[in-house]
């Protein structure tokens, strides 16, 4: 591990002893105990700004001169401060460590509401631009999304600086998200710069500067936190074309085998009034062929503005099993108003479930009108024949779980979205009093 | 692309058993069915659709 050897000295506002571990990249420092901001780049040490009590003390979550290894190097957390935004009277604050190597340079690792960032500097400048209107910055072949602009102010600081830091700063920082990466732009009248960011976990960081206390969880969604179901909407949805296309072939299938094949008919004529054309009558023995299935049995009578009543009673000739049905066949029509309309129909299926192979007869029973016309009508039963009712229900089965994948993740994006300059107009407001601090 | 291997899962036994169901000629409906209610049609014809009630004619005596 690389040896960082601290130049010390002393407060001239309050005489403490302070360490500085950037050597000459140090600019500024913050004195530990008075809060005092020094000129670390001045031999004397001239005081910068004398501590203004503006919040209360804030305690770094990774003390100041721990080190960590991260990402294969060893680095030294030497400044540490706490800047804030207000967005309608609401102050918004977050932490910031500055990281130090004398080989690598300085880092910076962000907290917020227990979100965590590993930021390095950007050398160049982004390509502005926007896609559907909305502002966004081009680096290395990514393209972020502008997610906010705000005017950030230091609140409190400890610690060293390679700049002059002075608590109070204002800068405005526009902040472009590319999950899980943040491209920031922080803007003042002389410069602006670049920096970009990656949403890392806070276990990560605790562990690598073995910080022993815990971290404050996350909570809500930070902008630039990556979404758990990205991409699996479209894994989804590639399994669910897979599925469906199994179930066209599937129902192809079952339409090119069915039979369909008439087992019986019997037709005849009903008249009005005649009272022995109500009396029940049995048919012929048929033979319904295969293995279990459907019975499809279709009454159609020549009714107009009338009625037929078919009882009918399936029996097996040899089980004994029965199978009732009874059904009407009716149609009326006419003109109201100007206006035809028509109800029912001259014919009407009936489809019977898992009925078993045998020899069966019908028992059929008619009632219908007492006077009118005569009435042609004909019962046909039809074995085996092919539905779509539950190719359907295994279609909608099929659909819901990655219409509930991609609405979920279409939520958390929302969520994300909401709180940024781009929030839809009804998530205004939301989540305040998850993410704002008091100035205590 | 890693496919989601449950919903894999999950969607190979929907076809199956919406095969199976098909195959097996299974249907919502009771074997008891029927498409009105024929007694209340002899016991009392053309009272059974109060909605036209008294306003279409042919319903039968």
Known sequence: ???VQARGLNCPNCGAAIQLR?????????????????????????????FEKTMARARPLIPLGSRGTWKGDPWDVIGFQVRQITVDGINYRWQEYLLFNPFRGFRYLSEYDGHWNDIIAVRGIPEGGSVSGHPTATWRDTTFKLFQTSSATTVFALGEFPWMLNVGDVVTVKDHVAPPFLLSAEETDEEVTWSLGE??????????????EPFPSARGTFANQPNPLAGTPARYWQAFVMLAVALLVLVGLRLGTAGGRLA?????????GVATDKAPFVTDPFTLAGPTSNVVITSSATVDGSWLFVGMTLVND???QVIDVGREVSYYHGVDEGESWSEGSRSDDVRLGAVPAGRWFMRIELDGPDAGRDIDWRIEVRRDQPGLIWWFAAFVLLIVPPVIVSLRSAAFETTRWAESDFAPASSDDSDDSSSSDSDD | MTLPRGYLAFGVVVLIGAAVLEYRGFTFASAQQSNGDPRSIRNNPGSYRSTYYGTRSTYGK
């Open chain 1, 1 to 3: 591990m690389t040896s």
């Open chain 1, 22 to 50: 950037s050597f000459q990249f140090a600019a500024s420092v913050v004195c530990d105990s008075c809060l005092a901001t020094l000129d670390a780049s001045d031999a004397n040490v001239a005081v910068l700004q004398t």
């Open chain 1, 199 to 212: 949403y890392v976990s806070g276990e990560r960081i605790r562990a690598a500067f073995k910080v022993t």
């Open chain 1, 264 to 272: 019986s008919a019997v037709d005849g004529v009903f008249h009005p």
């Open chain 1, 318 to 320: 040899s089980t004994g």
